[in-house]
C-alpha cells in the first residue's frame, strides 16, 4: 500500500479506537514511509502506543516527532503523559530526582488550557509526596499548586463504580486546586490570601467531597483568628462545629475565646475537647490550655492537676521538660500532693472536667419515629419541634428506642446535609 492509504486507514482504525489494529498499520507506515509522514501521522502512532499502554514506546515516537515539529501541541501532550505514566504515576517513589525531573518535563511541554494534558494530575502527585513532610515544604507546596490555574482547571467531580457496585464520587480538579491552595497560605502565614480564595472557593463551588467545605472554612477561621478578626473567625469556627466535632477543632475554638477574654467560654471548650475521643499524647498542648485557663480563672488547684498532666506525658513519652508548664507549678504556693503517674493523673483530670462543664439544657419528648435503617429516627419535642436522633447518641444503655417511648435529650447544633443549612439534633437521650 502507498503512503496516503496507509495512513489513511490507520486514522480511520484510530478514530474507531481499534487502536492495536492501528498499530499494525502505523508500523508499515513508519517502516516504509517514515520520511513521508506528517504530524498528524506521528501524534497518530504515538497515541495508539499510549493507548495500548506502550509508554516506553510512546516516550520514543513522540520524542522523535518532536524533533521535526518541535512546536507540535499534540506530540507535546503525548509526550508529556508517557514521562506521567513512567516516571510519575508508579508508587511509591523510589527515585526522587527523577520524579521531579519529569514533573518539571510535563510542566515545560503542557498548554495550561489544555484540558486534555497531564499537568493537574502531576502536580497533584507531586504535592502527595510533598505533603508526607507537610511543615518543612510548605513552600514548596506553594510553587507547585501556582502551576495551575484555577480557570482552565475541570469543575466536574470524578465518578466511577467500585469492584463491589458502589458508586464513588470525588472531587473535581478544581475542588482539590482550592483545598490544597488554601490550607498552604495559612500554614505559609499568608492570611489575606487565605481568606480571598477561601471565600471564592466556599461562592464558586457547589457541591464539596471528602468535607472540603468544613476544612476550606477552618482555614478561614484560622486566618480570620490570626489577624485578630476574631467575630468573622468565631462565626465560621461555630459552622464548623456545626458539621465536625473533632476535638482540635473544638481546641482551636477554645484558643479564639482566650484571644477574645471569654476565659470561661475558652475553659468550656477545651475541656469539652478533651473529654472528646482522641490519643492522650496529641492533647499535650490542649492539658497545658486548660492549665493556663484554670490558673487565669484562679483555679490554683485545677491550673496545677494538668500542669503535672502536661509533664508525666511528656516525660513518659521521652519528650523532655516543659518550661511553661513548670512555670504555672513554680507560681502556685500551695500545692496539694499529686501522683506522678500519667493514668492516676488522667483520672483526676476527668474528674474536674465533669466538674466544670455546664449542664446541658434538656428537653423532654416523645420517639415519633424510627427509620428504616433502625440508626436514627426523630423525637417530637414537647417544644412541639421534631429533633433528628442517632441511636448512637442515646447514653442511656437500658433505653431500647422505640417509637412512643418518653425521652428527655440535650439540644446540639447540627448541619442537615440534605437541605443544606444549619439544624439542632438531639444528642445526649435518656429515658424521661
Known amino acids: 500500500m502507498s503512503y496516503y492509504e496507509l495512513s489513511k486507514q490507520a486514522k480511520e482504525l484510530r478514530k474507531n479506537k481499534q487502536f492495536a489494529d492501528a498499530l499494525i498499520l502505523y508500523g508499515q507506515l513508519f517502516e516504509t514511509c517514515r520520511d513521508n509522514c506528517d504530524e498528524f501521522d506521528w501524534w497518530g502512532y504515538a497515541f495508539c502506543l499510549q493507548k495500548e499502554d506502550k509508554y516506553a514506546e510512546t516516550l520514543e515516537i513522540s520524542r522523535e516527532g518532536l524533533q521535526k515539529y518541535p512546536d507540535s501541541s499534540y506530540l507535546k501532550n503525548t509526550y508529556s503523559w508517557a514521562i506521567y505514566h513512567l516516571h510519575v504515576q508508579p508508587e511509591p517513589v523510589t527515585d526522587r530526582e527523577t520524579f521531579f525531573r519529569a514533573a518539571e518535563a510535563i510542566i515545560r511541554f503542557s498548554r495550561p488550557d489544555d484540558k486534555y494534558s497531564p499537568l493537574p494530575i502531576t502536580i497533584f502527585s507531586v504535592i502527595d509526596l510533598l505533603e508526607l513532610n507537610y511543615d518543612e515544604n510548605v513552600n514548596e507546596i506553594l510553587n507547585w499548586i501556582s502551576n495551575l490555574n484555577p480557570v482552565n482547571l475541570n469543575k466536574m467531580p470524578y465518578s466511577f463504580t467500585s469492584g463491589d457496585g458502589k458508586k464513588i464520587e470525588n472531587a473535581s480538579d478544581f475542588e482539590k486546586y482550592y483545598a490544597i491552595l488554601i490550607k498552604a497560605q495559612q500554614e505559609a502565614g499568608l492570611f489575606t490570601e487565605c481568606i480571598n480564595n477561601a471565600t471564592i472557593a466556599l461562592k464558586a463551588i457547589k457541591q464539596f467531597h471528602h468535607g472540603n467545605d468544613v476544612w476550606i472554612r477552618r482555614q478561614r477561621a484560622l486566618a480570620y483568628y490570626k489577624t485578630d478578626r476574631f467575630d468573622e473567625s468565631l462565626d465560621d469556627f461555630k459552622q464548623v462545629l456545626a458539621k465536625k466535632q473533632d476535638w482540635f477543632l473544638k481546641m482551636e475554638l477554645a ?178
Do not use: C
Open 255 to 432: 484558643e479564639l475565646y482566650l484571644a477574645m477574654g471569654e476565659f470561661k467560654n475558652s475553659l468550656t471548650a477545651a475541656i469539652d475537647a478533651a473529654d472528646d475521643p482522641g490519643v492522650s499524647k496529641m492533647k499535650v498542648n490542649l492539658y497545658l490550655l486548660i492549665a493556663k485557663l484554670f490558673l487565669k480563672l484562679g483555679k490554683s488547684t485545677e491550673a496545677a492537676l494538668h500542669a503535672h498532666l502536661v509533664i508525666s506525658l511528656r516525660a513518659r513519652e521521652g519528650w523532655g521538660d516543659d518550661h511553661e508548664a513548670e512555670e504555672i507549678i513554680d507560681s502556685i504556693s500551695e500545692l496539694n500532693n499529686l501522683p506522678e503517674d500519667f493514668n492516676t493523673l488522667l483520672k483526676l483530670a476527668e474528674q474536674v472536667w465533669a466538674e466544670n462543664l455546664p449542664a446541658a439544657i434538656r428537653t423532654k419528648g416523645v420517639i415519633k419515629i424510627i427509620l428504616p435503617n433502625g440508626k436514627s429516627g426523630f423525637i417530637e419535642g414537647d417544644d412541639g419541634e421534631d429533633y433528628y436522633f442517632q441511636t448512637r447518641d442515646v447514653t442511656d444503655k437500658q433505653l431500647n428506642p422505640t417509637a412512643g417511648l418518653k425521652v428527655s435529650f440535650a439540644k446540639t447544633e447540627s448541619f442537615d446535609k440534605k437541605k443544606n443549612k444549619p439544624s439542632v439534633k438531639a444528642t445526649d437521650i435518656k429515658k424521661a
